[in-house]
Nanobody, 117 residues
Framework: QVQLTESGGGLVRPGESLTLSCRIA????????MGWYRQAPGKERVMVAR???????EYAESVRGRFTISRDSDKNTVTLQMNSLEPEDTAFYSC???????????WGQGTQVTVSS
């Protein structure tokens, strides 16, 4: 079992920044890819950013250049730095861990991000 706890959501104005953090309850080593997903009202959940074991990162086209995912294995955290936020970034953001061999996935409880003037 992998317990994930997100923090850092909130209400910001367009153009502002926000940092989301995902705390992993235990050391999971290098056998889980980590990612951030979001779900806007009335829409399906989609991948925002992923940190693949080995260091490669992936981003949704809509956030590339504005968002940065990083992973601190010593602190067991995964961070999503979100800059130049837009109203379209408003969504419920969730942290995800996926086992690289079995595909088993774990999700955090999520955090709301609202971008509005």
């Amino acid at each position: 079992q992998v317990q994930l706890t997100e923090s850092g959501g909130g209400l910001v104005r367009p153009g502002e920044s926000l940092t989301l953090s995902c705390r992993i309850a235990r050391n999971i080593g290098n056998i889980y890819d980590m990612g951030w997903y979001r779900q806007a009202p009335g829409k399906e959940r989609v991948m925002v950013a992923r940190h693949i074991v080995g260091g490669r990162t992936e981003y949704a086209e809509s956030v590339r250049g504005r968002f940065t995912i990083s992973r601190d294995s010593d602190k067991n955290t995964v961070t999503l730095q979100m800059n130049s936020l837009e109203p379209e970034d408003t969504a419920f953001y969730s942290c995800n861990a996926r086992h690289i061999f079995s595909g088993q996935e774990y999700w955090g409880q999520g955090t709301q991000v609202t971008v509005s003037s």
